[in-house]
């Protein structure tokens, strides 16, 4: 027994073993990143100059037609007016300048590259203000863009299937998806379970999602959580369906993808190069009946629930 624990302590030790090993190292993981379901689902339109005028027939109620008899030869006469002052969207920039010293990207670049990992890091939490702009921004966002005819009550509190119907009652015409914050759909799964109606699961972008009558239920943290409550959108989208469009500015300098550019800015004195990352962005709403939303929204009250995505 002695002479084996001798030869234990003359072998080499796991610790110094290690010294002459490389390790495998990851990219760094930013916790904050998520699947942005929602500028996935949105059909994003391109304009120009940044401008987007949504234009609306004035006098629906006044354009006639009529079922003619065979010997009947009046016709009836109309016409189609549009409104005179439509509303314009004007795009919204979500931008930052990276710094990195070229001392930094000169020596440690291996085995991953310094600068492609500060851009795409960087670029990522750009793409997460994005999506919270589409929902959160006052003069565009999704929340702010709701008639207040398309504005509905919970019932109950806790978000229910009496409460989803009614939402589809407001956006009956070919409804695209909810989009509700994670602990909101787990608040009316809940509710159908104890009802005895288990939501069925749609398979999306390899994700399952549950639905509620064929219609996928999306999750986003970047709806607000506030005292319990909370607010679920139902929308329509597409320019042919006359719904919720994304919009967005092609063909800018340094373009990287839809909308969004990096241009690099120089070195200054002090061996600091510069990157302007920005991304261009906003959202229409082209007819009310488009976007419904169910506000007072109870979840979970005893869940102790971080702040909102700034």
């Keep these: 027994m002695a002479k084996n624990q001798e030869v234990a302590r003359q072998s080499l030790s796991d610790q110094a073993a290690r010294q002459l090993a490389n390790a495998t190292k990851t990219v760094p993981q930013l916790s904050t990143i ?14 120009e100059a940044g401008i987007y005028r949504v234009n609306q027939v004035s006098n629906t109620d006044d354009i006639q037609v009529a079922c003619t008899q065979r010997d009947e030869a009046t016709l009836p006469q109309t016409f189609v007016d549009y409104e005179l002052n439509p509303r314009e969207y004007f795009l919204n920039g979500v931008s930052t300048v990276l ?3 070229t001392r930094v990207s000169d020596l440690y670049s291996s085995p991953h590259d310094q600068i492609k990992e500060q851009l795409r890091l960087t670029i990522e939490t750009i793409k997460e203000r994005q999506e919270s702009e589409l929902i959160n921004n006052p003069e565009y966002g999704l929340l702010a863009s709701v008639a207040d005819s398309q504005r509905l009550s919970t019932l109950t509190g806790a978000p229910t299937p009496d409460d989803f119907d009614d939402l589809l009652r407001k956006v009956w ?6 989009l509700a914050h994670p602990d909101a759909i787990a608040a009316f799964g809940r509710e159908c379970t104890r009802r005895g109606v288990p939501p069925p699961t749609v398979s999306l972008f390899g994700s399952q999602f549950i639905t509620w009558r064929g219609v996928p239920l999306i ?7 506030e005292d319990g409550k909370t607010k679920i959108i139902l929308l329509r989208v597409g320019e042919k369906r006359q719904g919720v469009v ?9 373009e990287q993808a839809p909308g969004l550019s990096v241009r690099f800015m120089g070195i200054n004195r002090n061996a600091i190069a510069s990157y302007l990352i920005s991304l261009y962005c906003s959202l229409a709403v082209l007819t009310e009946d488009a976007l419904a939303v169910l506000e007072d929204v109870e979840v ?11």
């Design 99 to 101: 710094d990195i010293h």
């Design 219 to 225: 999750p986003s943290n970047k709806i607000p959580v």
């Design 173 to 178: 015409k070919e409804p695209g998806f909810f």
């Design 34 to 47: 998520t699947p942005r379901w929602l500028t996935h689902l949105l059909q994003w339109t391109p304009v």
């Design 246 to 254: 994304g919009l967005f500015q092609p063909g800018l300098a340094g």
């Design 300 to 310: 979970d009250k005893y869940h102790d629930y971080p702040s909102t995505y700034k």
